[in-house]
């Protein structure tokens, strides 16, 4: 596509339950980031992936955080259990090695 | 590790007044800096980035000179303008093939008419 894409764009959901954010990268870029940014704060890192290389998951804040990308393209990252503090926007940026990074509009997460 | 230090904001400058937004760094290589932007309501995105020692990158009338001396990449503009009103953000990244950016906490600058 012409531009990083995530779905939804817009979650709600209780504490407690699981939840999945979908990241489309642009096409032919190797390299994915997922960050969460929460309400006043800056960019957190959670997890990179550059191409066949084993993730960099050394952000993610517990075990309840996990992300794969299938095939090298549409990357997803889950939530299980959420908790309140969980709510932020939560931010996935693809690159070609360029260092420039394309960043997608974001999904924002409300654990109620 | 590597890191990105801003001066915090929020920063709240009359139109036409001169911007100054401090960036100093950390980085164990030689990194790339970067200053990315928000705009409400927006997803961020590249406003300039310099890869070198003494580079300047510039764009949209925002200047950001790589100085190695003193480990900053501070961001100027002559006269801001209501526009510009936004979060902006330093990054770095080290040289190399493994690219993750460090940064920054962001500074959010709004203007005035």
């Not at chain 2, 580079?55 to 209501?82: C, I, M, P, W």
């Not at chain 2, 940064?103 to 005035?112: A, C, E, P, Y």
């Amino acid at each position: 596509g012409a531009g990083v894409s995530q779905s939804p764009s817009n979650k709600v959901t209780e504490k407690g339950k699981d939840v999945e954010l979908r990241c489309d990268p642009i096409s032919g870029h190797t390299a994915l980031y997922w960050y969460r940014q929460s309400l006043g704060q800056g960019l957190e890192f959670l997890i990179y992936f550059q191409g066949n290389s084993a993730p960099d998951k050394s952000g993610l804040p517990s075990d309840r955080f996990s992300a794969e990308r299938t095939g090298g393209s549409v990357s997803t990252l889950t939530i299980q259990r959420t908790q309140q503090e969980d709510s932020a926007v939560y931010l996935c940026a693809s690159t070609l090695g360029q260092e420039t990074q394309y960043f997608g509009p974001g999904t924002r997460l409300l654990v109620l | 590790g590597d890191s990105v230090t801003q001066m915090e904001g929020p920063v709240t400058l009359s139109e036409e007044a001169f911007l100054t937004i401090n960036c100093t760094y950390t980085a164990t290589g030689y990194p790339s800096l970067f200053w990315y932007v928000q705009y409400p309501g927006e997803g961020l995105q590249l406003l300039l980035k310099a890869t070198k020692a003494d580079d300047k990158g510039s764009n949209k009338g925002f200047e950001a000179t790589y100085r190695k001396e003193t480990t900053s990449f501070h961001l100027e503009k002559g006269s801001v303008q209501v526009s510009d009103s936004a979060v902006y953000f330093c990054a770095l990244t080290l040289s190399g093939g493994y690219q993750k950016v460090t940064f920054g906490t962001g500074t959010k600058l709004q203007v005035i008419p």
